[in-house]
């Protein structure tokens, strides 16, 4: 047995023994799909001088060749990043958050006993689903708003497709599922980052920061539980699935934290944006553009949870440059 065993509970205030079972009992009136379907189920018409995306997140927005383009191509370039946004959410959501709650249901991975544990995972992946619904729905609106007659057939983000790259390395089903799950775990830990970006953000449609908002609400909440799930799953791993999820859990950080820059060509093309490809170069040359989010602190107190801090080649104080 290592250390892992003796592992005192985290101090935080919101983790501790009591955490699932606290959470799981907030549910009912927590969870947005109970408390909020009404208020976000009602269209509101869109609001004059405020963007669909904030200006300040497209990474090339003040480039020369940008700012030369038409009034008209860059509004369009706002609202597709929106469209993309939570496209890349649903993709986010079904493809790799939702086939993990499943695998995490149906025993895939040992740990899951307690009730506490099961009805936790249980009322988050009903959350997911929900937020699928909630993101395709925001983009029929904004579809509908301004007309939109054609969109990019938006393609697997950054996130995903690195995931499945990954896979395409391990032929077990055991390491497959186990990328599934660190994956699972870095979202589910980290989304809130940015959706607290949207949510507060007041350029924006308010029924785009609504949107975030409800979504953050509930990832407030799932953080926790897939954090307190971890450390149930973690204690039964054997040796290889340790050193598996050490060895590859950095490779979640960076894929999670990514600038999307496959996605922004393929907008800025769509749009027709003279230099396209001149102006994400540009980009990507300046210091710290290849991540969009860099703090991925929540991960760093699992790691530290777990006790394997010594094991992870990743530098959360962002000082060093970590691995590619
Ligand atoms: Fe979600
Ligand atoms: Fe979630």
Same mark, same amino acid.
């Given at each position: ?20 079972? /606290? ?21 509101? %018409? ?25 009034? !008209?191509?860059? /509004? ?12 890349? &959410? ?15 249901? *149906? ?17 988050? *992946? ?24 054609? =969109? ?62 409800? *979504? ?9 539980? &897939?954090? !307190? ?6 204690? *039964?791993?054997?040796? !290889?699935?340790?050193?598996?999820? %050490? ?18 060509? =393929? ?33 760093? /107190? ?23």
């Amino acid at each position: 047995m290592t250390e892992i065993y003796s592992q005192e509970p985290c101090s935080e205030p919101h983790v501790g023994p009591n955490t699932l079972k /606290r959470i799981a009992a907030a549910w009912p009136r927590r969870a947005t799909i109970r408390s909020d379907m009404t208020t976000f189920m009602q269209p509101a %018409a869109p609001e004059a001088g405020l963007t669909d995306y904030p200006v300040h997140l497209i990474p090339f927005a003040e480039h020369p060749r940008f700012l030369d383009a038409s009034e !008209e191509a860059r /509004r369009l370039v706002n609202t597709l990043a929106w469209q993309a946004y939570n496209a890349r &959410v649903i993709a986010a959501e079904e493809y790799v958050a939702n086939p993990t709650f499943e695998k995490l249901k *149906h025993g895939v991975f040992p740990g899951i006993d307690r009730y506490e544990a099961k009805e936790a995972v249980q009322q988050s *992946h009903i959350d997911e689903v929900w937020h699928t619904y909630m993101h395709m729905t925001a983009m029929q609106r904004t579809k509908e708003a301004h007309n939109l007659t054609a =969109q990019p057939e938006y393609f697997h983000p950054v996130t995903n497709q690195r995931l499945f790259r990954l896979m395409d390395q391990y032929s077990e089903e055991w390491e497959r599922d186990l990328l599934f799950l660190i994956w699972t775990v870095v979202g589910e830990l980290h989304i809130n980052n940015f959706l607290e970006l949207l949510a507060r953000d007041e350029t924006i449609q308010p029924m785009h920061s609504l949107v975030a908002r409800l *979504h953050a609400r509930d990832e407030a909440a799932h953080g926790p539980i &897939v954090a !307190e799930v971890m450390k149930d799953i973690f204690v *039964h791993f054997n040796k !290889e699935q340790r050193t598996l999820f %050490a060895r590859r859990l950095p490779d979640a950080i960076i894929a999670l934290g990514a600038e999307d820059y496959e996605m922004w060509a =393929q907008i800025l093309n769509f749009v027709g944006v003279a230099g396209a490809e001149e102006m994400i170069a540009d980009t990507r040359r300046l210091p710290g553009t290849d991540s969009m989010l860099t703090d991925f602190s929540t991960v760093e /107190r699992l790691v530290r949870d777990l006790g394997i801090e010594d094991q992870i080649d990743y530098d959360f104080t962002g000082l060093r440059t970590s691995r590619a």
